[in-house]
């Protein structure tokens, strides 16, 4: 979900960045990633964690894909987009190994429940 809001916002701000210029649509962007992050540290239900996860995607997908293509050299977007791509995939694979160590179950067998774990089950 996080994926699919990123990518429609980075398709939409850029439209505004044409609007209203890359500087001010990155600030925009980071201001409102830094809402999006404390809605998401102050979440309490699983709704507003999920609303808090799609505020996030929206908010980064512009932010790193802009500014990304604002440094690249000419002519050679197709292999820095790329390079972005693969270690998008790499994260995925530190996102699972967390997950695992950090699971709700893993929690609760180390006697540190928190209201973490009743949000992730």
């Known amino acids: 979900m ?11 701000m850029g439209y505004l960045d044409d609007y209203i210029g890359g500087k001010r649509t990155i600030i925009l962007s980071l201001v409102g990633l830094i809402l999006a ?11 507003s964690l999920w609303i808090a996860g799609v505020a996030i995607g929206v908010f980064v997908g512009p932010n ?6 604002r440094f690249i050299p000419p002519k050679t977007d197709d292999e820095f987009f790329g390079f972005f791509c693969v270690l998008g995939e790499a994260h ?8 695992s160590v950090c699971s709700p179950r893993s929690v609760v067998r180390s006697g ?10």
């Open 2 to 12: 996080v994926n699919l809001s990123a990518w429609l916002s980075a398709f939409a």
């Open 37 to 47: 992050m404390a809605l998401a540290i102050a979440a309490s239900t699983k709704t």
């Open 64 to 69: 790193s894909r802009s500014l990304m293509s």
């Open 92 to 99: 995925g694979v530190h996102r699972v190994l967390f997950c």
């Open 112 to 121: 540190s429940a928190s209201q973490w774990s009743s949000l992730c089950s």
